[in-house]
Every structure is written in C-alpha cells, then in structure tokens.
C-alpha cells in the first residue's frame, strides 16, 4: 500500500512497502524519513522503555535535522532516500535511542552528515563502519581516540617553540579528563580503531620529532624514543605545572602513547573533536594524514 505525505517546501514523501522515495528533499524531509527508520526499527517493548527510547531518539532527531538544515545542500539530502543511508541512519538512530548520552547522539548525528557529504569511496567506508563502531563505545573511549590523533596523526603549525609550548599546555587543558585504561584501549584495538605500534615512542618523542626544528634542543633518540633522563630534561624547558606533567607521565604509563588510529579510528576522533568544539579545521582534510 502506497502513502503519500506532504513534506517541507511542497515535496511529496511516498511510502511503499517501507521504502521511502522523494521527489525533492529539505530538512524536514531528512527528519520525517529519520523519524519513520525509527519507527519501523524499533524493537517490541514495554511501554515504559518504549517512551523512553521515543524521547532519546528525539535529541537525535533534533540534532540531525539542524544539522541537515545548516550544513547540506538539497542535492547532498537526496542521499537519505538511498538504501545505504537508511542502513546507515537505523543503526545510529536505534543506538542514539537506546540511552540519553549527548555526546554519543552528536556525535553520531555529525557522522550521518558527513557520510550524506560523501561521494562515496575509502572516506564513505571508514564513516560507514564509524557509525556503527561508535554505538558501542562511551566518552573515554572518544576521549583518548582525540587525543591520540591530535598528538601523533597531526603536525600543528606551530613556527617558534613558545607556540609549540602553548599548544602544548592548551592539548592537556582540553583534555584533562581523559581517562586512561588497558581495557579501553584494548577494546579500541579490538574493534578497528587503532594498532599498537611500540615502536613510536612516548609523548616526548612524538613532540620530538615533529617539531624539532623550533625547539630549543635535539634530544637524541635512538629508535625514536628518549631515555627517560632526556625525557624529564624535554619536558623540563616547557614550564609545565605538576598537574601537567603527572597527566604526560600517566599517558606514557599506560602505554596509550604506543596507539595508532585506523581511518575508522581517526573519522571517530575528528568528529569527536568537532563536536567539542575542539578542533577549527576542516576534518575532511585531516583524515588521511
């Protein structure tokens, strides 16, 4: 049986058969198809857990839509009518629905625009999987996938070492809550977000390296790690408060420093950071660094 419904600017929605097919496409259009995937894919449950679920996926909802609305183009919304899309939108909507994290439902509304952006190829799959990796993990795990990324994946244009010495203390202030442990990062490895790659160093080589020419010393690294003498001289000319450098000591420590995002690992902290409003670049840019 075939439903017609009228959308925003006049557009028709047809439903057939659970198929959603549009004649043109606007925000409201994202939304009503947004809000029939929900429907048609939510779990039987009691009532209670029913409203409960209608409520979280609202936020969701809310947060897509305005999205849509801010960031996409008519011809870029047309991909919500598409099989890939609504794949795609019921794993993050029944997710988002699931329990009321903010992060979480931002997060995973910035990743369906971005994937409507897409003109398919490498990026649309890592965004793909993203989507649905995503729904399984919480804040920390967000946390430290960001944190990582800005550390080892992105060389900052930092020209003297004053700058490099503020980006510094402004990385750890952004994320002083992060919190670290071996079954987090176990549980990123383990679902394609990073490899452990011992051979990269501690936090002081990563500095090290990519910004040796503006410091004010070489430090000798043999195979890309200090010795932990030369370690606690690196950090020393940063000025750093005791806060500062037991959060730097505890990053080593737990052996987060050895981390290496995936694509799918990088597409989650990028659009975690945007979220936060952490990073001002074009993410789009960054990923295949």
């Given at each position: 049986?075939?439903?017609?419904?009228?959308?925003?600017?006049?557009?028709?929605?047809?439903?057939?058969?659970?198929?959603?097919?549009?004649?043109?496409?606007?925000?409201?259009?994202?939304?009503?198809?947004?809000?029939?995937?929900?429907?048609?894919?939510?779990?039987?449950?009691?009532?209670?857990?029913?409203?409960e679920a209608k409520?979280?996926?609202?936020?969701?909802?809310?947060?897509?839509?305005?999205?849509?609305?801010?960031?996409?183009?008519?011809?870029?919304?047309?991909?919500?009518?598409?099989?890939?899309?609504?794949?795609?939108?019921?794993?993050?909507?029944?997710?988002?629905?699931?329990?009321?994290?903010?992060?979480?439902?931002?997060?995973?509304a910035s990743l369906?625009?971005?994937?409507?952006?897409?003109?398919?190829?490498?990026?649309?799959?890592?965004?793909?999987?993203?989507?649905?990796?995503?729904?399984?993990?919480?804040?920390?795990?967000?946390?430290?996938?960001?944190?990582?990324?800005?550390?080892?994946?992105?060389?900052?244009?930092?020209?003297?070492?004053?700058?490099?010495?503020?980006?510094?203390?402004?990385?750890?202030?952004?994320?002083?809550?992060?919190?670290?442990?071996?079954?987090?990062?176990?549980?990123?490895?383990?679902?394609?977000?990073?490899?452990?790659?011992?051979?990269?160093?501690?936090?002081?080589?990563?500095?090290?390296?990519?910004?040796?020419?503006?410091?004010?010393?070489?430090?000798?690294?043999?195979?890309?790690?200090?010795?932990?003498?030369?370690?606690?001289?690196?950090?020393?000319?940063?000025?750093?408060?005791?806060?500062?450098?037991?959060f730097i000591n505890?990053?080593?420590?737990?052996?987060?420093?050895?981390?290496?995002?995936?694509?799918?690992?990088?597409?989650?902290?990028?659009?975690?950071?945007?979220?936060?409003?952490?990073?001002?670049?074009?993410?789009?840019?960054?990923?295949?660094?």
């Amino acid at each position: 049986m075939k439903q017609e419904q009228e959308g925003g600017d006049k557009s028709v929605n047809v439903q057939a058969a659970g198929n959603i097919l549009l004649n043109s496409l606007s925000a409201a259009d994202v939304r009503v198809i947004a809000e029939l995937v929900f429907e048609k894919n939510l779990p039987q449950m009691l009532e209670a857990a029913k409203a409960e679920a209608k409520e979280n996926a609202q936020k969701f909802l809310n947060e897509l839509s305005k999205k849509a609305a801010d960031k996409l183009t008519p011809e870029e919304m047309a991909i919500f009518s598409t099989a890939d899309m609504q794949y795609a939108l019921t794993h993050a909507v029944i997710q988002a629905s699931r329990k009321d994290v903010p992060e979480k439902s931002t997060l995973l509304a910035s990743l369906i625009i971005e994937k409507a952006k897409c003109s398919g190829g490498v990026r649309d799959i890592a965004i793909t999987q993203a989507i649905e990796i995503s729904a399984k993990l919480i804040k920390p795990h967000f946390s430290l996938l960001a944190f990582v990324y800005v550390t080892r994946h992105i060389t900052w244009g930092w020209t003297d070492f004053e700058a490099v010495k503020s980006g510094v203390k402004n990385t750890i202030k952004n994320f002083s809550d992060l919190t670290l442990s071996g079954d987090g990062m176990g549980i990123l490895i383990s679902m394609g977000c990073a490899s452990h790659e011992v051979t990269f160093g501690k936090l002081q080589d990563q500095v090290n390296k990519r910004y040796e020419n503006v410091l004010p010393k070489k430090f000798n690294d043999k195979f890309g790690r200090m010795s932990d003498k030369d370690g606690e001289e690196f950090w020393a000319s940063f000025d750093l408060t005791t806060a500062e450098l037991e959060f730097i000591n505890t990053y080593n420590k737990s052996g987060a420093s050895s981390l290496f995002l995936t694509p799918v690992g990088k597409v989650i902290a990028l659009s975690y950071m945007q979220t936060q409003n952490l990073i001002d670049y074009d993410w789009k840019l960054l990923i295949t660094d």
